[in-house]
């Protein structure tokens, strides 16, 4: 079985469940009877069956197919996308020099760096230098972070 | 566009416009050398500071930045045997066995020198043709803009080589994210599932610097820690002499040959064109037995046609509105957050802009020599950075430019999400350029069919009559399509 399910048909499968799943959902929209090449889901609907059609034989070659992923450290990207996911979200809130320095800092020890003073002084001087260049050099206004909002 | 030419200089030879060309010279010639960050990520890099500028400079800043970058991969392969762009795979084959022996600094000028004649060559071949082939398009109705399009994604398959259903997947991928949001001809809204931030839609740029830019930065981190590169012995550039160019003048040429015509089809790439010349270099030079082992024609080879590549992919980019490749299709987003609309009607909207940054390309050009030989020795040292740095400004540089181009948080989740979707997709072996050409193309294609199909009361077949145009572009477009797959069976 695990030989059968390999991240890549996961993925494949993935696409084909998504793809079809959006394919059934232009039915159940509503939009003003207007047919044919008038319709809103006139396009998408063959955009959408072609990539069922090709995610099904995506699904086709990755089970006869052998080729596995390349290794990878799953908690290692994970890590990473979580920050990033949260500096996004908390950019409004948070500022961009507080975030940065978080995801940065995060970087920076994930990959192998382990000089933690290394990693404070990069964390720090590289937002900071960013936010003043852009709020204060060229006058765009990075979204400020509370106590620092003066860089 | 002759015409303007002497307006255009105004607009080059300013403070602002200089500046812009030699900065974006000399980044691109350093961000190409630091391996795995590649001309999109370095053009996505440099777009937040484009943003305060005026319209020229910014769109010279972004062609100096891909220019250079294209440069500047040969450096890193070279002297670390790693090439800093795809496009300069081909130059480790004979560049670093030159390097091992001692003659690093002759081994990039051998490469300077051919980078700086294909690209000089594809700058006038722009120039020349870019405007016959948009006035010849600007007769174009929208059976023919669709046909057109249709050409324009067959490019899709040749960036697919290898995966070629998930190249295409990807490229539907694509065209799917162009239709959420509003509809273009009844305004309704569609996929948005009730949240009203989708009904402008995904934009584009956040979509290609995520799938670019932060699934790099995701790939790397979730790949094993490496060893830092050894770094050559490397004391500055030497420049190869008059004499020793005899004999290679004729493999010169068709190397540029070479990368001018790959770089003319959309979305073929610099790294296909590089290593076409090499192979063709290896088959007919007189000194093929030392190829792989330090031969300064292959070096010729490949850099003279991966820089040819960057005039020719300009060309349907600028007259067409197609962009050749992922840089081009960021380029194009880049034109109209400057209010300028990319398509067929471009150069003759926007003369004078057009003629500004075809000058400025060959300048650019131009400025390869000198800059190379100034950063390159800059350059060397900054090889040795750890790469965790890298990653650290490139996820920072990602967050401002997507934040700065609408100000809108929520093209931040979309930059994320995009940048996670793109790091797993990758890894099984789905490209990414497909996806944002469809993207890139989606709306027109959408439009153009349309319209087109409301035109002929609903009949695709009226399609082939009465649109000569349409016919032989759609039979161009099948050929495109055809032959790969053809290729394929045959396999």
Redesign the interface.
Known sequence: MGRIFS??LA??LT?LLIGSG?ML?TFG?S??E?G???S?????RI??I??IA??A??VI?DVAGR?R??????S??AA??LA??G???L??TLG?FL??AG??AL??A????RNPWLIAA??IT??AV?SLL?SHV???P??ASPFFWWI | MIASIPEALGLLFTFQGLLALIAGTMLGIVLGALPGIGSTVAVAMIL??T??MEQAPAILLLIAVYAGSVYGGSISAILINTPGTPQSAATCLDGYPMAQRGEAGKALGWATVASVAGGLTSALLLIFAAPQLAAFALNFGPIETFALILLGLTCIVSVSEGTL??G??AG??G??LS?VGG?P??G?A??T?GDFRLIAGFDLLAVVIGVFA?SE??T??????EEDPPLVAFTGMVLPTLAEWRGRLGGLAKSVAIGCGIGVLPGTGAATAAFISYAEARRSSPRRANFGKGEPDGLIASESANNAVTGGALIPTMALGIPGDAVTAVMLATLTLHGVSPGVRLMTENPVLIAAIFSGFLVINLLLLPMGMMVSRISAPLLRM????M???I???C??GV??VRGN?FD??V??CA??VG???R???YPMPPLVIGMVL?PT??IS??HG??LTD?SFAAFFTGHPIALVLMALAAGALSLPLIRALRR
């Open positions: 991240e890549r993925v494949s696409l959006l959902s929209l939009f003003a207007l044919g090449a008038f809103p889901t006139f396009f998408p955009v959408l072609g990539w090709l995610a034989l995506a070659t080729a992923a390349p290794h990878a450290r799953w290692a990207a990473v996308a990033l996911l500096a996004a979200v950019m409004s961009f975030c940065s995801v940065s970087i920076l994930v990959t192998g760096q990069y964390s590289v937002p960013l852009f060229l006058k765009m990075l979204p | 937040p500071f943003l305060t259903v998930k295409l997947l539907a991928l065209l799917f239709t509809d001809i009844t309704e569609r996929f599932f932060l930065v995701l790397r981190v979730a790949a094993k820690i750890r790469e965790s740095y990653l650290g400004a996820a920072m540089l967050f401002i934040y700065f948080p931040l989740l930059m994320v940048g996670a790091f797993l997709l890894r099984q072996g989606g294609l959408e069919l349309r199909l409301i609903g």
